[in-house]
């Protein structure tokens, strides 16, 4: 019991905050748990507390909150059960070495020894001083297959890590919230969390890029009092309207994240001020199940008669709902002064499902929230089918199964199939078998033929057309979107070239046998080395697919044999496939940050094309294969990838204080009013005015307008900021920002 620890171990006052955050989660899942459930929490709560007294968190805090609010979100925001519950407060235990899984299993059962065991192996996920690696990912993955709760758990306990990530050092803030973005909110996402979802991509952003983070989230702050005024108007007689048909009914005007918004900026090149649906109305109906449809779109009629619809933006899932379990009505009307705004409409029933993701959604089929998730797993099992992939490969085929756009599309029996947006005939063909994917040979879809990369459409019919001397090629891989469809074409490339490598592998032994010409091990490393493959099975494909001659393999031996210098002094033009490897010593790890300046000569390094650094920018070292190290900034589009992907070639650096000499090319985009002498007025601002070299200027009018791209040379982000301070004060440019690239 806690309030049997001793006083030296524990001052009064922790102990008193502890066990009020502990009464705080049985508070919150009080309607979940029976009286034996609560024993076995409180069993768990003690087993915990004692396995992390003397471990703090960053923040100087006791570790045991951690496990604590994992609990509470795992039941609170994610809807699990007892089991969950017992699994998070002791999911870090065993790496603690005050517990084991024997011991968890006789005093709280399999399914929470199996959980606990799921998480333990993938501690290293769960460590924020390490990053993410795509080979325990693909373990974690693995684990589905026994319980679904356990990535559920994962997701509440990246989601506390991430609330509390204040108190961590820079470098951990930026690899956890590139992990966070990358992976886990796209994860979230997909299971139908989206509160969760949008949490964590505002605080990856709050690390990523706290500049933009700040000024939005301060904008939001600052128009708060209008928008709530808006709402208030906009909504008004809606009420009146819903209160006299008797609906019983709730209406919420819900702020769009911080994240959402900047993606909007980005995407429509706007202000934040243009940003036209920075909140959405959310119409909740409280109404029985059988009139769950029908009620909803006698709101939309109701809606819609006060004000003018916009049927672009029409979005109807409630009749094919995602396949994630979400359903709502979305419309976007145009409002007083002529706003546009969102209005989301949906029952009670939806909403917690909206809210608390396929959890809720098992639990309102009649089945326990910590019953299965099943529908979702069997899905995520045709990625897991092939035995041995790639395991970064493996991480990227998975996020294809996050998507949250959907298409759907009917064969031609009338059947609905859903693919995510952007699927093609191929990845339609590969869903209804392997075999009739492997020899798609086109399809018709509305009864006309269309070729196999044909991209689909909502309502689509799509019969397939198949040939028995049609197999996979490479190329298909860059004509599918969905994981299934890619893992299956792999497969059937990986089979086809072992054949080809067996074949060339007789082929070029016969040869040497009947020329009478050794093949020691060493003569063949430097033909690998030569011919710039990793393995003996791609050289001897490249000779089975008769991309490489035996002839030629016998002149270099005979080379090799008579000459004692390297493969590289010799000259003789051969194909080669060049792909990407980790690299082995090309720089050696030290906790030193490489300082970015002029004298480092003898470190090659170039700033990344992708996103320009200047100096200020926050910026990371990233080791490439054959270009030494690419600075890149943190902000980079590339960012979330490279840094959960590639930890191991990932750099810490930063700038020399002295900058004076320093020049940085940047590119920057200008939208505004066309009039004469506008290049003249840029010209001059650059060059006369702010003294700043100028190297390119394109400007493109259209229909009164103009867009246009600068190339300028700065010293430094201030100076760079300076630059497009100005640029906007220039009447006629509306819109100027930097380009990545």
């Not at 929490?41 to 805090?61: P, V, Y």
């Not at 029996?413 to 699927?423: H, M, N, Q, T």
């Not at 469809?485 to 089979?495: D, G, N, P």
């Not at 792909?579 to 700033?607: A, C, H, M, Q, V």
Request: one cysteine or more; glycine letters at 6%.
């Amino acid at each position: 019991m806690i309030d049997k620890i001793d006083s030296s171990v524990l001052p009064e006052r922790t102990k008193r905050d502890i066990l009020n955050k502990y009464k705080g989660l049985l508070r919150v899942c009080r309607k979940c748990i029976s009286s034996e459930d609560n024993k076995k929490i409180r069993k768990a709560f003690n087993i915990a507390l004692n396995a992390h007294l003397s471990k703090k968190r960053d923040s100087g805090e006791p570790y045991i909150y951690h496990p604590l609010a994992v609990a509470r979100i795992a039941v609170e925001e994610i809807g699990l059960g007892s089991t969950s519950i017992i699994a998070a407060l002791l999911h870090e235990t065993i790496t603690e070495g005050r517990n084991s899984f024997t011991n968890i299993e006789k005093n709280f059962g399999k399914p929470v020894r199996n959980i606990v065991e799921g998480l333990t192996k993938m501690s290293g996920l769960s460590d924020m001083n390490t990053s993410l690696q795509a080979e325990n990912f693909r373990k974690l993955l693995l684990t589905l297959s026994t319980d679904a709760r356990i990535i559920l758990l994962k997701i509440a306990d990246r989601l506390e890590n991430m609330r509390n990530l204040e108190h961590s050092s820079l470098e951990r803030q930026i690899k956890a919230a590139s992990e966070t973005f990358y992976l886990y909110a796209p994860l979230a996402n997909r299971l139908g969390f989206y509160t969760l979802k949008s949490e964590m991509e505002d605080l990856s952003l709050k690390y990523t890029n706290p500049e933009v983070y700040g000024d939005i989230s301060n904008k939001l702050k600052n128009t708060t009092t209008v928008r709530n005024r808006f709402i208030r108007e906009f909504t008004e007689p809606i009420k009146k309207e819903l209160s006299s048909q008797g609906f019983n009914f709730e209406i919420k005007g819900r702020t769009k994240s911080v994240y959402s918004i900047w993606n909007k900026m980005k995407k429509q090149q706007a202000k934040f001020s243009e940003v036209f649906d920075i909140f959405a109305i959310r119409i909740i109906l409280d109404t029985e199940l059988k009139n769950e449809k029908t009620d909803c779109w006698r709101v939309y009629s109701i809606v819609t008669d006060f004000y003018q619809p916009n049927t672009n933006r029409m979005r109807d899932w409630i009749s094919v709902p995602k396949s994630n379990g979400y359903e709502s009505l979305h419309t976007t009307v145009v409002g007083p002064g002529g706003k546009f705004v969102e209005v989301q409409i949906r029952t009670t029933r939806m909403n917690e499902i909206a809210e608390k993701g396929l959890a809720a959604h098992w639990k309102y089929k009649g089945e326990s929230a910590d019953g299965g998730l099943g529908e979702w797993l069997l899905h995520i099992r045709e990625v897991l089918e092939n035995p041995e992939p790639n395991a970064l490969e493996f991480v990227d085929d998975f996020k294809l199964n996050l998507y949250s756009e959907e298409v759907f599309v009917f064969t031609p029996r009338g059947d609905l199939k859903r693919f995510p947006a952007g699927a093609t005939v191929l990845d339609f063909a590969f869903d209804i078998h392997t075999d009739i994917g492997s020899r798609c040979a086109g399809a018709k879809v509305n009864g006309k033929n269309v070729p196999i990369k044909k991209v689909l459409q909502n309502g689509d019919q799509v019969s397939i057309l198949t040939s028995k001397n049609q197999t996979p090629k490479i190329d298909w891989l860059n004509w599918v979107g969905t994981a299934k469809a890619r893992t299956k074409i792999k497969q059937s490339l990986k089979e086809a070239k072992q054949v080809d490598s067996d074949n060339g592998k007789e082929l070029l032994s016969r040869r040497l046998k009947n020329w009478k010409i050794d093949f020691p091990d060493k003569i063949k490393t430097r033909l690998l080395k030569h011919y710039k493959v990793k393995t003996s099975f791609d050289f001897f494909y490249l000779i089975g697919s008769g991309r490489i001659d035996p002839a030629d393999v016998k002149e270099l031996i005979i080379k090799f044999e008579n000459k004692e210098k390297e493969v590289s002094d010799i000259s003789i033009d051969a194909p080669g496939i060049s792909g990407e490897s980790r690299p082995g010593k090309t720089l050696e790890r030290s906790p030193d940050i490489l300082i970015i300046d002029e004298s480092l000569n003898n470190i090659d390094y170039k700033f990344a094309p992708c996103c320009n650094p200047v100096f200020g920018d926050s910026v990371f070292g990233f080791v490439s294969v054959n270009d030494g190290i690419k600075i890149h900034r943190i902000s980079c589009p590339n960012a979330s990838s490279m840094l959960s992907r590639y930890d191991y070639r990932i750099v810490k650096a930063r700038w020399t204080s002295n900058s004076d000499s320093s020049s940085f090319p940047v590119m920057i985009k200008l939208i505004g009013i066309d009039e004469v002498g506008i290049v003249t007025k840029i010209s001059d601002l650059i060059s006369k005015e702010l003294k700043m070299t100028l190297r390119s200027i394109s400007i493109e009018p259209m229909d009164g307008m103009f867009e246009g791209v600068i190339k300028v040379i700065v010293r430094n982000k201030s100076q760079l900021d300076l630059l497009l301070h100005k640029l906007l004060r220039v009447k006629v440019i509306q819109k100027a920002f930097r380009l990545d690239s």
